[in-house]
C-alpha cells in the first residue's frame, strides 16, 4: 500500500493535529458518502423542470430553440456569447443536420404546443450563455 503525503499533509500533521484527524477520518470514510445527493425534493424537480424548458426563438430562421441546446452550443467554443443559430437544429442553422425535416418539424410542433399550453417558456436571448435571470415573451 502507498502511503498518501503530500506538504499540506505533513503540515496539517503537524500543526493541526485535530485537522489532521478530521482529515484521515474524511478520507477512511470514502468519497461517495460525502457527495451531495440528487435533489429529489418537489421544488427542486419543479425548478429544474422550469429551467429546461427556457425556449428562445433563433435569429437566423425562427426556430425554436431550447436555451438549453443554445447554451450547450455556446459553451463547446467557451467564449461565453451566443452566435446566431446557437442550438438550432433546422437544417438553415445546424452545421451537422441529421435529423429528418419531419422530425425536425415534429419537434418544433412539441415546443409549440408545449408554449400554449404553459409547460415551456419563450424568453429573449440573454446577453450571455452564463446569465442566470431571463425576460418573458408575451406569446
Ligand atoms: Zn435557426
Known amino acids: 500500500m502507498v502511503k498518501y503525503e503530500s506538504v499540506g499533509h505533513v503540515a496539517l500533521q503537524e500543526h493541526w493535529p485535530d485537522r489532521h484527524a478530521r482529515w484521515t477520518a474524511t478520507r477512511a470514510r470514502g468519497r461517495e458518502n ?3 445527493k440528487k435533489g429529489k425534493a418537489e421544488g427542486t424537480a ?5 429551467l429546461m424548458s ?3 426563438k433563433c435569429r437566423v430562421c425562427k426556430g425554436l430553440v431550447s436555451k438549453s441546446k443554445a447554451v450547450q452550443a455556446a459553451n463547446k467554443r467557451n467564449d461565453n456569447t451566443f452566435k ?4 438550432c437544429g433546422s437544417s438553415t442553422c ?3 443536420f441529421v ?7 415534429t419537434n418544433q410542433a412539441n415546443m409549440r404546443d408545449a408554449i400554449a399550453k ?10 450571455r450563455p452564463n446569465d442566470k435571470h431571463f425576460h418573458t415573451l408575451q406569446k
Open 34 to 36: 460525502d457527495r451531495p
Open 118 to 127: 404553459g409547460e415551456r417558456i419563450l424568453i429573449k436571448w440573454p446577453k
Open 84 to 87: 446566431p443559430g446557437d442550438g
Open 94 to 96: 445546424s452545421s451537422n
Open 54 to 56: 427556457l425556449t428562445l
Open 99 to 105: 435529423n429528418t425535416k419531419k422530425q425536425y418539424l
Open 46 to 50: 419543479r425548478t429544474l423542470q422550469a
